[in-house]
């Protein structure tokens, strides 16, 4: 069974772009490639044709991934989301106790995470110790380098 992935609806329309963009231009320029290589003759012994055969073979694997996560999509009403506790789509104001640093992400679905954005994937060990909780809660999380505690100091959207 498939897992429905909650988006928001520019979330969603970024991700049906992206797939456009993979059907209608690279597929076509991929099989472009694949002829041109067939055109040069042997193929058992045609590196042109095996690397366009091997990126042909990714695209469709990332055109069927795509296509998967967008038929499962499920766009979230921001206004509707309830910023008594930490849930999907609510931005996260937290200090990190033992460096005393203040840092605030918005917990997004994992197709629209972008650290550089602070947009945090749900699915990552921070996220997870953090849904559910409420303002003035204490969170440990337990990361590769050990386990780092957190105080939720506000929760918006």
């Known amino acids: 069974m498939a897992t429905v992935n909650y988006v928001t609806d520019e979330g969603l329309q970024r991700l049906r772009k992206e797939l456009e963009q993979l059907k209608n231009v690279e597929r076509p320029k991929i099989s472009q490639q694949i002829a ?10 045609n ?15 990332r055109i069927s ?10 766009i979230i009403d921001e206004s509707k989301i309830n910023i008594s506790q ?18 605030e992400y918005t917990l ?13 994937s749900v699915g990552t060990p921070i996220a997870k110790s953090l849904l559910g909780k409420k303002i003035g ?17 506000n929760i918006s959207r």
């Open 108 to 120: 997004v679905a994992e197709s629209e995470a972008n650290l550089k954005e602070a947009k945090l």
């Open 47 to 61: 590196a042109e044709y095996d690397a366009a055969k091997e990126a042909q073979g990714l695209l469709e694997l």
């Open 86 to 103: 930490v849930q999907i789509m609510t931005k996260v104001k937290l200090k990190n106790i033992a460096t005393k640093t203040v840092m």
């Open 137 to 153: 809660d204490m969170v440990e999380v337990q990361v590769p380098s050990g386990i780092i505690k957190f105080e939720i100091l």
């Open 65 to 74: 991934n795509l296509e998967s996560v967008i038929a499962n999509s499920r």
């Open 36 to 45: 041109e290589a067939r055109d040069k003759g042997d193929l058992s012994e």
